[in-house]
């Protein structure tokens, strides 16, 4: 089992930058990808990028260009930088390990809440 405790958010003004932290432990070996999911009140839980253990990215059409997920090389942290931040991007947003189908497979942490807000 992976354990995931997501860190980081806060609020912020519309153009501004956060950067989330997602520390990850237990059987981390296992792991193919990471990923960042963001969900707004009365939305769905939303994938708004991916990392494989390789560094290989992807990421949903409304945060490219303004989003970077990255990792370290010990497995234990994801990162998710977040620049030129709208207020749309107010979320709570979780991390999670990743399928090779790019589904979540962990159980959901409590998440971190980022409010883009003037």
């Known amino acids: 089992q992976v354990q995931l405790v997501e860190s980081g958010g806060g609020l912020v003004q519309p153009g501004g930058s956060l950067r989330l932290s997602c520390a990850v432990s237990?059987?981390?070996?296992?792991?193919?990808?990471m990923g960042w999911y963001r969900q707004a009140p009365g939305k769905q839980r939303e994938l708004v990028a991916g990392?494989?253990?390789?560094?290989?990215?992807n990421y949903a059409d409304s945060v490219k260009g303004r989003f970077t997920i990255s990792r370290d090389n010990a497995r234990t942290r994801v990162y998710l930088k977040m620049n030129s931040l709208k207020p749309e991007d107010t979320a709570v947003y979780y991390c999670?390990?990743?399928?090779?189908?790019?589904?979540?497979?962990?159980?959901w942490g409590q998440g971190t809440q980022v409010t883009v807000s003037s």
């Open positions: 237990g059987s981390i070996f296992t792991i193919y990808a």
């Open positions: 999670n390990v990743l399928t090779t189908t790019w589904d979540p497979t962990a159980s």
């Open positions: 990392i494989t253990w390789g560094g290989s990215t």
